[in-house]
């Protein structure tokens, strides 16, 4: 089993920034993709960022060039850097973690409880 705890989440002005980070522990040597989804207003779970054991990193569509993620193997952590934050980010971000590489969301099968993000215009 892994159990994942997320931290960073709050409230933002837009146009600001805001890291999060995801420790897991457990049964760690399962895990190979980590990384962010997000549900904003009652939408579907959408990707933010995910990156695998090995580096190789997808960034959601809507926040592409807003992200950055990173993640330290020896500390189980993976971080979420985001900037020029909008209202239209404001959310839950939940924290995932796959066996396999994570291409989608099906493949997730561990899950943090997920921190609000709250970006105020």
């Known amino acids: 089993q892994v159990q994942l705890v997320e931290s960073g989440g709050g409230l933002v002005q837009a146009g600001g920034s805001l890291r999060l980070s995801c420790a897991a522990s457990?049964?760690?040597?399962?895990?190979?993709?980590m990384g962010w989804y997000r549900q904003v207003s009652g939408n579907q779970r959408e990707r933010v960022a995910t990156?695998?054991?090995?580096?190789?990193?997808d960034y959601g569509a809507s926040v592409k060039d807003r992200v950055t993620i990173s993640r330290d193997n020896a500390k189980n952590t993976v971080y979420l850097r985001m900037n020029s934050l909008k209202s239209e980010d404001t959310g839950v971000y939940y924290c995932?973690?796959?066996?396999?590489?994570?291409?989608?969301?099906?493949?997730?099968?561990?899950w943090g409880q997920g921190t609000q993000v709250t970006v105020s215009s």
């Open positions: 995932a973690a796959a066996s396999t590489s994570g291409t989608i969301l099906d493949e997730y099968n561990y």
């Open positions: 457990g049964s760690i040597s399962a895990i190979n993709g």
């Open positions: 990156i695998t054991r090995l580096g190789r990193i």
